[in-house]
């Protein structure tokens, strides 16, 4: 039989059910095999559910550094028996299969074509130990100490994660590693090891750091001098706002006093969480929330008022797979006409796409300057497939002379000094008007906020001309942003190319790959990675010199290219969409396909271009 | 209303606070509300308060949501900033202002449909969290600014200025609030301005949750034969439990009462509500009689009025969540931003 060969670039899914403790055993894997320098880039596919619903854990091993998800798998830890049919489906031809032999299975239950290697798991487990609970969780350490000599995994590295994690708690640490050892010389008697897959140490990890893209953006927000947080818990975002508690209880509790230089409220729900913010904001503190689509809906009259009466507030969207309660615990890019416009009336928000836990940190900490500087909702786009998972990203970085841009906020001196303050007064041209924080001056300064019309010294209203005063000047504002937002970043062919590729967020390694992968087959793209709304005119401009380009994406409707063609003077008809948006992350095969496919028939020349 | 601007110019012998302000100082622009408005009487007893405990205006925050009640922050304390939020809505967004900045008052204003109905939610929580403010619904148990449909707290049986009889059952605030852990719980009527004006007074001087349910009749919608929240019926049934004088750690401000049995309750902030009792054996600080009392009362048909239940050792959000003393808007990177070095310490947790 075939078996699969490869040397640091293979798919290892492990099939497990929920609330047996199996998340931190293959993270465990994971990390060991990172240890030894190699890239890895694992995957949670998880129910909306607490215990005994399946769930998976898909870790792609890429020398390269290819962090999308390749899709296959090559090597199956089949785990759970509820899926066992489907799981066995996706091995690859040759691929192998772990699994727990202590029952005996029928032999329709395989496959001709797949390598099997079968473990007694709950036998060893029984024989080892008697507490039913221990018996569950070592279990999953001895399939890591078994799968440790299957692919060549250095156990010297596990036990060193070991000592890291149960530092000063000598028992668990020697338990932990009798059932590794147990594991690894269990699969080194009986099995072939190494088996065709192999991990073999290397030097591609560098200086890179695994984190997860909801730990980095909270870490953003404390860096970005956020002190209030309002947040309802919601999936994919509520370990965000428990990293940021966790975070600012670290670093954020002024030392003198042991008092907390933050406030954190786990809001009754999502209004109160965004007017929470809002309010704080108002007052002249950073604050922000986090919230998944479904939380997106329910603030969406609170967004209109901080956009009318212009308060700054950051808002992190997880995206999840909508619509209604949609697909919780999979992942989507479908909340960005929602977002860009969220609210009634004539509304438009400014938007930031991180590709990855780092730019989750830089542009969350980017966000808080943007939203006082613009005095307006910014939303930064995340989702769930760069929110919930490590991912391996350059390192988190700060420049330690950054000082806070707190925008256009009049102080005691200004006032006092008789500079003319109308709170909603264009002084500079740029749209952007000055504000003061309630008790600034005794006798100036004060003004009422309110989400009617007003004029420009924020007095109540209705005239024509000044709400189109206003909202003129709400449009030039919008235009400032677009000088404000981080640029999209280019990233030309090596060879002269009739295509062009836009995508964003959490696309970006899944495209990476995908444009290696056609350059190899001599289909050249630029491409251009969005980084923010409102859109600058290089995108534009870089659409004006393709004649196609392929818009990327993982939403049904192509949210993106509508938001384009609508905004810019980009012509339609050159874009094509290329969508994904089945709750799984976007895969490179995905891409390449589709692309490839549309190349192709761009590429046969008309029969009347050869006529003539 | 009145189309005539206020004058700007104030009598030279206007009386000045210690804080060197007359009351018109307190006062801000002309109303909007149809004449003869309970809400005006309220905002009027807002400035009385604020010009007695010596309180600089533009050391207040006052915030509302949607409704004749919430217009009313525009019409006192003119060198205040206001937000006028959305419907139902203050208390979330006067709880972020509050976070920001721990050093100024914050007067919530709102009305029956803002507080019981559409914000019922975050009025309950607003309570329970024990925001350090001061929390006026401007009760008048009918919708003023769409033009007269019952609000919920509208009593069963009442009648509508068109006729209908309300069939459903009242939202009772007082008891909201008692149950949802308010520290400082009051009724007044608007038209009772020296029962009002102390109670504002000691609300504000109270650090947690001060919530005051005043029933401010709606001369335009409900002030009818049939309604339970007109002024006639509302002076006929109200029931005052006691009567209270608010002594700040300066001077007495109001004491003229006939003598009777006085209780001094003394605040945190080191002020001291004198009560004089009026229902014998009313004590405010006992929760549960509290409770007990007012069902009896209601169940008899009454409106019972005055400081109905306080705990004079009320803490607040800030105490529960540990904030620093400084005001949080007053942070800066230095307090705030962790630096590099430890950004690469985190950094080099993550590999």
Known sequence: MKQLQAINDFVVKFSNVNGSGSASANELFARA????????????????????????????????????????????????????????????????????????????????????????????????????????????????????????????????????????????????????????DYALQHFTCPAGLRVKRSSNVGNKVFI????????????????????????????????????????????ASGKNRYAIIQAEDELASIGIAIGANWNGARAFTATSGPGISLMTEFIGLAYFAEIPVVIIDVQRGGPSTGMPTRTQQSDLLSCAYASHGDTKHVLLFPEDPAECFELAAQAFELADRLQTPVFVMSDLDIGMNSRLCNPLQWDDTRAYDRGKVMTYAELEAGKDFGRYLDVDGDGIAYRTYPGTHPTRGAYFTRGTTKDRYARYSETG??????????????ETAKTLVPKPLLYPADKPARFGAIFYGSTSPAMQEALDVLAGRGIHINALRVRGFPFQDEIADFVASH???????????????????????????????????????ITARFIVDQIAQHAGARTVVPLKKVAS | MTYLAKPRLHHPTLAKNKVGYTRRDYEGKISTLCAGCGHDSISAAIVQACWELNIEPHRVAKLSGIGCSSKTPDYFLGNSHGFNSVHGR?????????????????????????????????????????????????NNGVYGLTKGQFSATADKGSKSKRGVVNTEEPIDMIGLALLLGATFVARSFSGDKRQLVPLIEAAIEHRGAAFIDVISPCVAFNNHPGSTRSYDYVREHNEAVNRLDVITGREEITADYAPGEVTEITQHDGSVLRLRKLASDYDATDHVKVMHYLQQRAAAGEVVTGLLYLDPNAADLHSYLNTVDTPLNQLTERELCPRAVTLDRINASLR
């Open chain 1, 212 to 255: 997860d893209g909801n730990s980095a953006t909270a870490l953003g927000a404390v860096y970005g001098g956020a002190t209030v947080c309002a947040w309802y818990p919601i999936t994919p975002s509520s370990s965000l706002a428990e990293a940021f508690i966790r975070y600012c209880q670290k670093l954020r509790v002024d030392p």
């Open chain 1, 465 to 478: 001309p000044d709400y189109v005063d206003n909202v003129q000047r709400l449009l030039r504002k919008f």
């Open chain 2, 90 to 138: 203050m208390p979330s967004v006067l709880t972020g202002a509050n976070l920001a900045n721990r050093d100024l008052i914050y007067m919530g204003v709102s009305g029956d449909g803002d507080s019981a109905s559409i914000g019922l939610g975050q009025f309950a929580h607003c309570m329970r969290r024990g925001v350090n403010m001061v929390y006026i619904v401007e």
């Open chain 1, 33 to 184: 095999i990172l240890r030894m320098g190699v890239p890895v880039s694992p995957r949670n596919i998880f129910p909306s559910n607490i215990q005994g619903l399946p769930t998976w854990y898909e870790v792609r091993i890429n020398e390269s550094g290819y962090q999308g998800r390749r899709g296959g798998v090559d090597l199956m830890v089949a785990m759970n028996p509820q899926t066992w049919d489907a799981d066995l489906k996706e091995i690859e031809s040759g691929g192998y299969l772990f699994y727990d032999s202590s029952k005996p299975l029928p032999k329709s239950k395989f496959r001709d074509d797949v390598n099997v290697v079968g473990m007694p798991l709950t036998e060893i487990c029984n024989a080892t130990y008697s507490d039913p609970r221990q018996r569950q969780l070592f279990k999953n350490i001895i399939y890591v100490g078994a799968l440790s000599a299957l692919l060549e995994i250095d156990a010297g590295e596990i036990e060193k994660l070991f000592s890291e994690q149960y530092k000063g708690k000598e028992a668990l640490l020697q338990s932990n590693i009798k059932a590794l050892r147990l594991g690894r």
């Open chain 1, 547 to 585: 004649p196609w380009v392929f818009v990327v994406e993982q939403n049904r409707d192509a949210q993106l290219k509508t938001l384009l063609v609508n905004e810019t003077k980009i012509n339609a008809s050159r874009l094509i969409s290329v969508l994904h948006y089945d709750g799984t992350p």
